[in-house]
């Protein structure tokens, strides 16, 4: 693609966003930041969830890694499935019961504030590296196809991107967020529908035999059922239900936009709807990694040596002009569905859990631009720094670190929900710390200590059970 298609499609693309920021901010308190005024239409919330769980990284490489491991990734997703209707079930009547803006709050209530705080810090740990991780990733890939031809060096790329986001978010906060999350998802849907589309037309192929050729590929089975095997079917089932709970229900970013609906009742119906979405859109993703490597062996190309490439490479290089522009799309807002509710989730976060302001007064705005500059900058120190460090290996092995963050969070809200006891709360943070290191230490040495058992996306849950059993141990009955 020229460089000039590129950099109108990126202006169009904020060019929309910003629309949607004026329309969205139109008589906007200081509450709307937070919660919205709880007036998002459940539909609305339930499209935009799409785009906001499908990151950049996901979208390069979930039909590149069909490769490595064919379907396998769908027996986590059938887990989310059932995580998503626990969530809606489960913590979505106890966020709504007691009116929480945080969802930390809850531990404050339930064990006290150290337990508040603990909880509160390992999400703005795990989101801020979390998000900053992902936005490096595709700034890297704007950057090689667009603007290293500009001369612009890497830095002033990802400051220029934290930006844009801080300005169409700054106003209203996460009802903006709801909105541009539709018309992100919007964009990832049709950039992998127009890929299919234009995969078929080179092929010569229908619909019908569409199907076919992925039901028959070898790259389409499903199940593993090798009880050693990280991608085993329990393992991963049970960790997508655990993983769902815990980095959509126990996640403020993504909570957060849930709140926002006007009842419990609207909450849960975006949820139950937005699962059966959720399910058919990675179903869209696993096929296009079929077709994908189908059509690389039809004509000849080579397979790049990192999965994550093949995606990239077919659609800028041999898909045309009509799919290399909505692959940009859906990339850079794959990136921004994801960057600017992680921002506005941080901001919420520490000037409620930590600074205590209070969302209905005007004064709070200040407060809350400071912390929401802040958390800005300090992305882009995180971003510029995974790229001075420039070794994938360490980059990937900090960004799986903070996943580890959340298993404290796991073992508390289900101490606090599935029991009637109380901790001593001075002791949290240690059994919070302890946990993931005990974890990494189990998971380094598990082939040699367990008969060649290799832990995949379940270590999650032995995470959350050390934090639950160290709260049992240091609890007593409520009185």
């Not at 629309?19 to 709307?32: Q, Y």
């Not at 009509?322 to 807002?333: C, K, R, Y």
């Not at 963050?405 to 302890?434: A, N, Q």
Request: glycine residues 8%.
């Amino acid at each position: 693609m020229s460089t000039t298609l590129v950099l109108f499609v990126i202006l169009g693309f904020f060019t929309a966003l910003f629309l949607i920021s004026w329309f969205s901010s139109r008589n906007s308190d200081s509450e709307t930041f937070f919660t919205g005024n709880r007036q998002s239409p459940w539909y609305l919330v339930a499209f935009g969830m799409i785009g906001a769980t499908i990151s950049g990284v996901t979208f390069i490489s979930v039909p590149g890694e069909v490769g490595n491991s064919a379907w396998s990734y769908f027996q986590f997703i059938l887990g989310n499935f059932v995580g998503y209707w626990i969530i809606a079930l489960v913590l979505l009547p106890l966020y709504y019961k007691r009116n929480l803006v945080s969802i930390y709050t809850y531990l404050d209530q339930r064990f006290g504030l150290r337990s508040y705080k603990t909880g509160s810090f390992f999400f703005i740990l795990s989101q801020t590296i979390g998000a900053s991780f992902r936005l490096y990733l595709v700034a890297g890939v704007l950057q090689i196809s667009f603007f290293d031809a500009l001369g612009v060096p890497f830095w002033v790329t990802v400051l220029t991107t934290i930006t844009l986001i801080w300005l169409y978010t700054f106003k209203a906060g996460i009802k903006t967020v709801v909105w541009t999350d539709t018309l992100q998802t919007l964009f990832i849907l049709v950039s992998v529908i127009v890929t299919i589309v234009v995969v078929l037309n080179q092929l010569d192929m229908g619909f019908g035999e569409m199907v076919a050729t992925i039901g028959n590929h070898p790259y389409s089975k499903v199940f593993d059922w090798d009880w050693q095997s990280g991608t085993n079917f329990f393992k991963q089932f049970i960790a997508g239900i655990g993983i769902t709970i815990v980095m959509t229900g126990l996640d403020q970013n993504m909570m957060q936009k849930n709140l926002t609906c006007k009842n419990q009742k609207e909450a849960q119906k975006n949820l139950f709807w937005f699962s059966f979405s959720f399910v058919a859109t990675n179903l869209l993703f696993l096929g296009l990694g079929v077709l994908l490597y189908y059509y690389a062996e039809q004509m000849g190309i080579s397979i790049p040596e990192r999965s994550d490439d093949l995606f990239p490479l077919l659609a800028i290089k041999y898909f045309g002009t009509a799919v290399g522009v909505t692959f940009l799309l859906g990339i850079t807002a794959a990136a921004y569905s994801s960057a600017d509710s992680a921002l506005t989730a941080l901001t919420t976060a520490f000037c409620i859990d930590f600074l205590k302001v209070d969302p209905k007064l005007p004064s709070t705005e200040k407060t809350r631009i400071k912390v929401h500059i802040t958390f800005s900058f300090i992305m882009f120190l995180v971003i510029v720094l995974f790229r001075i460090i420039n070794d994938e290996s360490v980059v990937n092995s900090v960004f799986t670190a903070a996943g580890y963050t959340y298993g404290p969070l796991l073992g508390l809200f289900t101490f606090g929900i599935l029991t009637k006891r109380s901790t001593r709360d001075r002791y949290v943070p240690y059994i919070s710390v302890l946990s993931p290191v005990l974890c990494y230490i189990i998971s380094s040495n598990s082939e040699r200590w367990l008969g060649g058992y290799q832990f995949g996306f379940e270590l999650l849950l032995l995470n959350g059970f050390l934090v639950f059993m160290g709260l049992w141990a240091f609890s007593k009955k409520k009185d």
